[in-house]
């Protein structure tokens, strides 16, 4: 009887284990992305970044990694690209630097943390991490930040590491005009290139992690939705885990992520129905564009944008494996 029982209970835990959803969803920017303006070079580097990154963090699930863990190394991976404006592709500001913002939340148990207007560090998803975790804090600005960094022991990378010529060509257009400018556009005012990662782990556990270099020729210390909690990131297992990328000061306005988790919340919206109703409803009237990405604790993604593209990729054991750019 006793070994009977034994056996079945391993055969409920096993089944249990087989049955765990993972997904996990990547963006690296939405906006005016159109296939005429694309080469067939730099869409195949596109479609090769954004698969590799998406991998980086679906293999990390599937080897039984967090949800934490998994953006946080899918939105490294992006950093790590020049192709990106965040980490080592971020945008020039006014004063020929580059000042990154980053975000990552914890749905299991609403830790977050975030840093911004900081320049030298190679993966700032990675400081945000641990803001999160090594601080009493939340967020950290600046040159605290950047103590904070060198006393974590981060990489630090000089100038020459954060050099594009594209990104300088593009601050070179705006540059000693009161002009700032989203990422990489034929339309300049719309194409937005901050990166970010959603994920759901086998513990059933959600996150979301969001890193920028924000716009080209910001000045004045501006800071926009990327590293903040529940404008640009959000994360709730109750609900979702949401990543933004659009103009920022729209999403700050709206409260974005946090308006996707509060719908599903207290109105009872499906996750689907809640990242349309923001997306192409209330962002709209004000006149916010961009897009998010999203997934819940059942595993279901959303990616839902009001632009003409979204770099984008989903990946799931239930066999979505997919990275787009246009509509
Ligand atoms: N949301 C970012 C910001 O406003 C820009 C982007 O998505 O590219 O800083």
Redesign the pocket.
């Known amino acids: 009887m006793v070994g009977a029982h034994r056996f079945e209970s391993l055969a409920l835990s096993y089944n249990l284990t087989s049955m765990t959803n993972l997904s996990i969803a990547i963006h690296g ?1 939405a906006g005016t992305i159109l296939k005429k303006s694309m080469t067939p070079e730099k869409e195949a580097a596109y479609n090769v970044a954004l698969q590799a990154a998406l991998d980086s963090g679906y293999v990390a699930l599937k080897r039984g990694a967090t949800a934490i863990d998994a953006v946080e190394k899918s939105v490294s991976a992006l950093e790590d690209s020049h192709l990106f ?1 965040a980490g080592k592709g971020s945008v020039f500001t006014a004063d020929g630097t580059h000042e990154m ?1 980053a975000s990552i939340m914890d749905g299991s148990n609403l830790n977050a943390g975030a840093v911004s207007l900081i320049s030298g560090v190679k993966n700032p998803v990675q400081l945000s991490r641990l803001v999160m975790e090594k601080s009493d804090h939340v967020f950290l600005a600046g040159d605290g930040a950047l103590k904070f960094a060198e006393q974590m022991k981060c990489e630090f990378k000089d100038s020459a590491y954060f050099y594009d010529e594209f990104r300088y060509n593009q601050w070179q257009e705006v540059k000693g005009t009161d002009q700032f400018q ?2 990489h556009s034929i339309s300049k005012e719309h194409k ?3 990166v970010g990662a959603v994920a759901l782990d086998q513990f059933g556990n959600i996150a979301a992690a969001t890193s ?1 270099g ?2 080209t020729n910001k000045k004045f210390g501006r800071v ?3 590293p903040m909690v529940g404008a ?1 990131n959000y994360a709730n297992n109750e609900t979702c885990a949401v990543s ?5 000061e729209f ?1 700050i306005r709206a409260v974005v992520a946090y308006d996707v988790s509060c719908l599903m919340e207290y109105k009872g919206m499906s996750l689907k129905d809640a990242c349309s109703k923001v997306v192409q409803d209330r962002l709209v009237k004000i006149g916010g564009d ?1 897009g998010l990405i999203a997934v819940d604790a059942q595993g279901n993604i959303c990616l839902e944008y009001n632009t003409e593209g979204m770099y984008r990729g989903q990946r799931n054991n239930q066999g979505i494996n997919e990275v787009a750019i246009y509509k």
């Open positions: 920017g404006n913002d989203l990422d937005f290139g901050t920028t924000g716009m926009g939705d990327s640009g933004c990328t659009g103009s920022g999403f961009g």
